[in-house]
């Protein structure tokens, strides 16, 4: 991989930063079209949010729409993919008894959510076990299915999981969702930008997705995809000056969920920017590399912790990240000792009663940072104060 994509980013030097999938790096191109769009708020903010906003924004959507395949006017942004979980899970048709089907791996923020929303309808969260190691598509699809029923309303699932960095089978999922006339909403928190996406082609009901993660957008730039069918259903989690609008547009779905008043759009409108920059880069070609950086290292990292890969070590399950299964008596601090002794920034995550250690490889990585993690991670196992061996 070319090592001059470091100087695309803000990032301090000093710092080997394997964790770009928890909050994104902004390239500076994009990062000085931030700026110019704050500037341009503060230079004349009543013309901005009173009276240009819904233009800027509509530019915006219409340049993630065809990035996406999908049509502009399904698509409000939205600050991160909880925020959108929320929306849906607000105002979707709960009844007591009814039960919604997820897995027992989505992201935690998530799934207290629709825990939180079930419980106030009284239905019931059904968090699917899922088995790993992962064995095949076919077997996940089934575990899964498993989980549904008569009563099950609607499926919630990654299509990138957070915690242990699998790529899920959405399309196949989408698919028998739809066969059993069940309406599905896919937490794409972890695709745009890092696996090619098609929502039209996926024809999920709801998909969110992040664009400050691998798109690289600034921070608080995430969207809500949401079929025609459902937009009606949907109350914004702010009621202003959307509902009921004395200035009406064509889209009472935008018009509830983007004209909230006093809001800072800049991150949004640098969409059209990071898609131009990752045209200019041949961004497919970066990904490219990044995940084959991600799996020759995989079983280095796995044999060190004498730890057991939790899916097969290919393209179709693993992208630009890879989650191993450690032993650590303190996942924090390790996280901190990481940090504050070699300079090196890696989640170390609980969930459920795992622990895992997750790289994430963006275009500024090199093989060099992966032989630091290492080098560091072998001096920790000896000192048996961390981390311990299987």
Known sequence: MPNNFSSHFLLDPTVTFLNIGSFGACPKPIFEEYQNWQMKLEQEPVQFIKFNAPAYLEIA?????????????????????????????????????????TTDLEYGACAKTWSYYCKKAAAKLVQQPITLPIVSKDQFIADFFAGCTAKTKLIFISHITSTTALIFPVQEIVALAKQKGIPIFVDGAHAPGQVPLDLQDLDA?????????????????SFLHVKKKWQTILDPLVVSWGYDSAIPSHSQFLDYH?????????????????????????????????????????NRFITLFNSTPISPITNEWIAQMLSIPIHTNNAWELEKHLFEKYRITIPIMPHGNKIYMRYSIGAFNTQADLDKLYIALQEILQEGKYLFSF
């Not at 729409?65 to 929320?86: K, S, W």
């Not at 949004?268 to 020759?296: D, F, G």
């Open 258 to 298: 983007q004209m909230q008043g006093t809001r800072d759009f800049s991150a949004y409108l640098c969409i059209s920017k990071a898609i131009e920059y990752m045209q200019q880069n041949n961004w497919q070609a970066v990904t490219a590399s990044c995940r084959e950086l991600v799996l020759y290292n995989a």
């Open 61 to 101: 959507r219409k340049a993630l729409g065809a990035y996406l395949h999908a049509d502009a006017d399904d698509i409000v942004y939205v600050p991160n993919p909880t925020t959108a979980a929320n929306i849906i899970a607000k105002s979707f048709p709960l009844q007591a008894g009814d039960e919604v089907l």
């Open 205 to 221: 009901d709801f998909y969110t997705g992040a664009c400050h993660k691998w798109m690289m957008t600034p921070k608080g730039s």
